[in-house]
């Protein structure tokens, strides 16, 4: 089975920066799209960004463009997100999340991923 294991997340202040990472094991990871969700407290789970198998192709949502950057060590098994100029808006759990494809296409949906992680927290004062 896959486990994707996120980390990173707390308590920061608007403008600072994070960076959350999801460590993947039971499967090649080097043949996996990965994608960052998150979901704010009473709202539905969101694309964030995703990055393709070999990190050729990377695509995020609108409102994290331009600040969030999302990157992949094959070697380690590891996929990151780096969060600048973070804003309230962006207070979330963020979820890692995984598709088994050779594909460069961009997965931007829920349905798209076959395997998540139990995700972290971010939360962003004002």
């Known amino acids: 089975q896959v486990q994707l294991v996120e980390s990173g997340g707390g308590l920061v202040q608007a403008g600072d920066s994070l960076r959350l990472s999801c460590a993947a094991s039971g499967r090649t990871f080097s043949s996996a799209a990965m994608g960052w969700f998150r979901q704010p407290t009473g709202k539905e789970r969101e694309f964030v960004a995703t990055?393709?198998?070999?990190?050729?192709?990377?695509a995020y949502a609108d409102s994290v463009k331009g600040r969030f950057t999302i990157a992949r060590d094959n070697a380690k098994n590891t996929v990151y997100l780096q969060m600048n100029s973070l804003k309230p808006e962006d207070t979330a759990v963020y979820y890692c999340?995984?598709?088994?494809?050779?594909?460069?296409?961009?997965?931007?949906?829920?349905?798209?991923?076959?395997?998540w992680g139990q995700g972290t927290q971010v939360t962003v004062s004002s």
């Open positions: 999340a995984t598709r088994f494809t050779y594909s460069h296409y961009s997965y931007t949906e829920r349905n798209d991923y076959n395997y």
């Open positions: 990055i393709s198998w070999s990190g050729g192709s990377t």
